[in-house]
């Protein structure tokens, strides 16, 4: 259910809300499918790839 596909993001892109911080970037979309997808951004400020993955695992789970 998770957003992985560059052209997926593409699509998120136009015509979403977003929401910016420092360090994370947050779209949010209206879908037509019965459940919702999320997509995370996370920005190289926060650290080395682990940290970053270590976020969006995180944020994920407060998702689900």
């Known amino acids: ?27 949010t979309k209206d879908n037509y499918l019965s459940h919702s997808r999320i997509g995370l951004a996370v920005s190289k400020k926060i650290g080395k ?10 944020l994920r789970e407060l998702y689900r």
């Open 49 to 58: 790839a682990h940290a970053r993955n270590k976020i969006k695992r995180k």
């Open 1 to 27: 259910m998770r957003l992985l596909n560059k052209s997926d993001f593409q699509n998120l892109r136009f015509g979403s809300r977003f929401l910016v911080s420092d360090v994370l970037l947050f779209y």
